[in-house]
């Protein structure tokens, strides 16, 4: 079954907007992944947060988890051109089997 | 973090062949992880590849159809078997772990006709 769930699926916002993407999840996990793609490329790793923490910084990215919710939300702040990618975020299996169980991914565009 | 070269980087292939991809890491992993991404979709994870044994499938995909090659710590190789329309995607492989993070090839993208 789908893991996780992005919203909204799209996104088009002005560049120098923040953009904010949420995730849910159904299981229960050790962390938490956000990546993004570029024009169906590979993909870049983001950001990782714990079960156990509650928000993360990196730059111009701010996560957030929730596990009562079982959310997250990826917050970019001042956002570029070059931010026009895909954002997808991505769990661990539970059970301490390896490999990611991904959302849906929201496809964001930045007007320039 | 690991650098990991995909190759080939897209294909065009007639149905009923078989496309072989590969995955270089310039360091020794013990898993490989390979992903399928269908048009417009998430990524699934196909397999994990481990040196010295069979892969582990996931469900849904099957050996004969996904066959993966683990000689060494450092390549492995994914073949799409018999290829149908169905199998046009982006593979990708993946190598980490889930506490660190993982690190993605940049993709093969199949187009089969």
């Known amino acids: 079954s789908q893991q996780g769930e992005e919203d909204p699926q799209a996104l088009s916002i002005q560049e120098g907007e923040n953009a904010t993407m949420n995730c849910s999840y159904k299981?229960?996990?050790?962390?938490l992944q956000w990546y993004r793609q570029n024009s169906g490329r590979g993909l870049v790793h983001l950001i990782l947060?714990?079960?156990?923490?509650r928000e993360k910084h990196s730059g111009r990215l701010r996560v957030t988890l929730d596990t009562s919710k079982k959310s997250s939300s990826l917050l970019i702040t001042a956002s570029r051109a070059a931010d026009t990618a895909s954002y997808f975020c991505?769990?661990?299996?539970?059970?301490?089997?390896?490999?990611?169980?991904f959302g849906k991914g929201t496809h964001l565009i930045i007007q320039p | 973090s690991a650098v990991i070269s995909q190759k080939p980087s897209r294909d065009i292939c007639q149905r009923g062949t078989s496309l072989t991809i590969q995955c270089q890491v310039d360091?020794?992993?013990?898993?490989m992880f390979w992903y399928r991404q269908q048009p417009g979709q998430s990524l699934t994870l196909i397999a994990t590849?481990?040196?010295?044994?069979?892969?582990?499938?996931e469900s849904g995909f099957v050996i004969d159809k996904f066959p993966i090659s683990r000689p060494n710590l450092t390549f492995s190789t994914l073949t799409v078997s018999n290829m149908s329309p169905e199998d046009s995607s982006i593979y990708l492989c993946?190598?980490?772990?889930?506490?660190?993070?993982?690190?993605f090839g940049s993709g093969t993208r199949l187009t089969v006709v």
């Open positions: 993946s190598v980490g772990g889930w506490v660190v993070g993982y690190t």
């Open positions: 299981t229960s996990i050790n962390n």
């Open positions: 947060i714990r079960s156990n923490e």
């Open positions: 991505a769990t661990d299996r539970g059970g301490g089997a390896d490999g990611l169980t």
């Open positions: 360091s020794q992993v013990t898993m």
């Open positions: 590849a481990n040196q010295g044994s069979e892969a582990t499938y």
